[in-house]
């Protein structure tokens, strides 16, 4: 599996969480997996030398 489809797969997961956040429930476990999942991005594109691209 190539960065670009770790990354991919990574977005594709954080997308699903956001589908599962509530307005009247701001501190759920999904709010806590998107945040965990865009930090897990955040590092790989800087190890990969990715930087901050899209």
Known sequence: ????????????????????????EPDSVWVQDVAALDEAIKIIKDKSGRGDEK
Request: glycine content about 0%; overall charge negative.
């Open 1 to 24: 599996m190539s960065i670009d489809d770790i990354i991919y797969q990574l977005e594709s997961l954080k997308d699903n969480s956001r589908s599962f956040i509530e307005e009247d």
